[in-house]
């Protein structure tokens, strides 16, 4: 008999243990609580989060930075696939972005990471823009961006996505 479905809640960080966890999730995923995208250096306690828990284990999370019109999703991780995770935090972080009045959601990928281009072109993003070169930049202020990629793809290259949900 197959177990029922986890009911994932997406909620912001509460607690001292859930700010933990999310710096821990940074360094491990992204090497350090310090990105670099478009030349910018963000910080992770400079950005929103939002977590998605599941029968009491932390599912993934989603950070951003909201600016004016504009929203930039920073980092999207989900520990685990199928079960909508990415999808609830991406809407969650798509709904704080409308209410506080922003028009579109940016974001930056890596040129290897055909997977996550798949995922959000699906959810109505689009390309907007290729910086060439932008990743050989940004190794110049976070030396721990490696040289290769998945699929042993070679990281140059930024590409930018966007969903726009008003003119």
Known sequence: MPSPPVRIEVVRPRSAADKRWLAELWARAWGGDVMVSRGQIHRLQDAEAFLAIGDGAYLGAATFILEDEACELLSLNSLTEGMGVGTRLLQAVEHAAE?????????????????????????????????????????????????????CIPLHDEIELRKVWST
């Open 99 to 151: 209410q506080a009045g922003a028009r579109y959601v940016t974001l930056i990928t890596s040129n290897d990471n055909l997977k996550a281009m798949r995922f959000y072109l699906r959810r109505g993003y689009r390309f907007h823009a290729v910086h060439v070169g932008a990743i050989d930049e940004a190794r110049k202020q976070k030396p721990s961006i490696p040289l290769v990629g998945l699929e």
